[in-house]
C-alpha cells in the first residue's frame, strides 16, 4: 500500500515503485534513488507460473480489470495543478510537515483525493481500507502489482473458489493494513495500493502449491541473462526476505515501501491457508457407524481383521508420531487408507495417507501415500493443482520401480488437464 504526491506522471521519482505498497510522497520528498530499490544494472522478474490448469479466473482478471479502470479514472486528476483553497491539500501538506519536516511542491489533485481515500494509520476507517487498495502511485506501481496478481492468483482462486477468493483477498488486504498502521502508528500519510492484498495471495500461494515453478527473467547483465525456472517458494522467499524483512531491518528513514503491510499480508494468507487445510478444506467427513458385533479394544491391526474401519482409523489417529517415525504400521496404515478409500470415506482416507507421508522413514510407503493422496485429490475431490504437489513430491523423493505405473497414470491425466512443469518428469 503507498501514498502519492504529485508522483503520478513521474515514474523517475518512482523508481521504487516495483512490485510494492509504495509510501510515496515519502519517496518523492526523499528521492530513493535506483540503486536503492534493486534496479543497479540487475534485475529479477517473475513472467508466469506453472502448472496452470484449465481454468477461467474470473475474480482475478475482474480485480485487474477493476484496478486499471480506477487508475485510468484517476488519471486527469494527476495532470491537473492542486488548488491551494482545497481543504484535503491543505491538511496534506501541514500532515507532510509535520511528520516529515518539509513543504511539499508541485501536488496535484490526485493528492488530495489520496489523501481522503487512502489509508492513514490514525484515522483509520473501513472504507478507506478497501479503497486504498485500489489506488496507485504511478504506472509502475500497477504494472507491478498486477503482474504478481497475474501470475499467482489464478491457482488460488482456483483452489479457494471464487467467492472464497474474493473474501480471502479483501481480507488480507485488509490485514495488510492494520499491520502497516501498527508500524506507522499515529501517522496521518496515507498509503494505497493493492500490494496488501496480494501478498495475502502470495501467502496463501506459499502454502498451498510448495512445489510450483515460476519462470523467471533474470537479467544480470553482462554476466547472465536469461529466463529460468525456479520453485516457487524460493521466489517468494526473495521476495519476503530480501525485498520486505532485510530493508525494513536496515534501511535508514523511510524507503518509500510500506513493508509492514507486505509482511502482514502475506502472514496472514499463510495463517489462512493453514486454518483453512486444517478446519475447513480437509475436514473429515461425520463419524462413522460402529459395528456393533464388533468389541472396541484392540489395536491396528485387530479392527482391520474384524473389519472397523472406525475404530482403526481412530487407533492410526492415537498412534504417536514417534512410532509412525521408527516405521511401524506401514502396511496397516496403507491398507486401512486403500479400505477407506474404497468405502467412499475420500477425506479420512486423505488424513492417513498425509500422516504416514510427514512420518513414516521408509521410503516406498512415503511415495505410496503421495500418490494415493494425489488419486484421491484428482479424482474424487476435484483439486488438480493440489494433486500435482504430492506428485510432484513422489517423484522428487524416488519412486519405487512398482509404483511408477501409478505414477505414470497420474501425470499423463495432469498433463491433459493442463501444463506440467519441464522439470517434473519419471526417468
Known sequence: M??????????????????????????RLHSASPNQRGYNGSMFLPLGDSPNFRFTPWVTWSLIALNILVFLSCLPMSLRPADPADPAVRAYAQVLYEELGTRPQGMSAYDGFVFLHGFKPAHARVTNILSAMFL??????????????????????????RIGYLLAYLGTGAAAALADGLLRHGSLIP????????????????????????????FLFPIFMDIVELPARFVLGVFLIIDNILPMLFSSGHGGVAHGAHLGGFAAGVGLALLLDRYVLRKPEAPMRRSVNVPVPGGLGTHLEQGDLSGALDAFARLPKGIIARGAEAESGLELAGKL??????????????RLSQHH????????????????????LRLPAEA????????REGLPRELEPEARSLLRKLQAMGSIPRGIRLA
Open 2 to 27: 503507498a501514498t502519492v504526491v504529485g508522483v503520478l506522471w513521474k515514474p523517475e521519482l518512482r523508481a521504487e515503485a516495483d512490485f510494492g505498497a509504495d509510501l510515496g510522497v515519502e519517496s
Open 136 to 161: 496507485h502511485g504511478g504506472w509502475m506501481h500497477l504494472i507491478g502489482n498486477m503482474l504478481f496478481l497475474w501470475i499467482y492468483g489464478d491457482n488460488v482462486e482456483y483452489r479457494l473458489g
Open 191 to 218: 498509503s494505497i495500493g493493492a500490494s496488501g492484498a496480494i501478498s495475502g495471495v502470495l501467502g496463501l500461494y506459499f502454502i498451498w502449491f510448495p512445489k510450483n515453478r515460476v519462470r523467471v527473467w533474470i
Open 341 to 354: 478409500q474404497n468405502e467412499g470415506h475420500f477425506r479420512s482416507a486423505l488424513s492417513v495417507y498425509q
Open 361 to 380: 522413514p521408509d521410503s516406498r510407503t512415503r511415495a505410496a501415500a503421495r500418490l494415493g493422496q494425489a488419486r484421491i485429490l484428482l479424482e474424487r
Open 388 to 395: 500435482y504437489q504430492q506428485l510432484a513430491a513422489a517423484i
